[in-house]
C-alpha cells in the first residue's frame, strides 16, 4: 500500500513564494518517478514537474520552468515543490504523484491560491 501526503500549500501573493512537500510510505522502493500535477477550477489536471526516484534530471512543464523546482529526498521518502514568483494562474489543487511499474498513485491535494 502506498500513501501520499501533501503540505505546505496556502495563500500566497503574486510574486511571493510557497513550498510544497509529499511524505511517501508503502512500497518507496519500486517508485520509478515523482512529481506534481495541478487541478485549477474547470480544468483538467495538469503535469507540472517530476523527478526520476533514482536519480537523473527533473522535467517541467513549459509554464513553471525557471520558476519552479523539484527536489527529492530518498532517505526521508518526501519529494518538495519549491514555487517562486508565484502567478495568479498558478492557482489550484496540487497533487502529488508517484508511479512503479504497474501503478499510478496520488496524494489528496494541497490549495494553493495566488491573489493578484
Known amino acids: 500500500q502506498v500513501q501520499l501526503v501533501e503540505s505546505g500549500g496556502g495563500l500566497v501573493q503574486a510574486g511571493g513564494s510557497l513550498r510544497l512537500s509529499c511524505a511517501a510510505s508503502?512500497?518507496?522502493?519500486?517508485?520509478?518517478?515523482m512529481g506534481w500535477f495541478r487541478q485549477a477550477p474547470g480544468k483538467e489536471r495538469e503535469f507540472v514537474a517530476q523527478?526520476?526516484?533514482?536519480?537523473?534530471?527533473?522535467i517541467y512543464a513549459d509554464s513553471v520552468k525557471g520558476r519552479f523546482t523539484i527536489s527529492r529526498d530518498n532517505a526521508k521518502n518526501t519529494v518538495s515543490l519549491q514555487m517562486n514568483s508565484l502567478k495568479p494562474e498558478d492557482t489550484a489543487v496540487y497533487y502529488c504523484?508517484?508511479?512503479?511499474?504497474?501503478?499510478?498513485?496520488w496524494g489528496q491535494g494541497t490549495q494553493v491560491t495566488v491573489s493578484s
Open positions: 508503502g512500497r518507496t522502493f519500486s517508485f520509478y518517478f
Open positions: 523527478i526520476p526516484w533514482s536519480g537523473g534530471n527533473a
Open positions: 504523484n508517484a508511479r512503479d511499474l504497474v501503478s499510478n498513485y
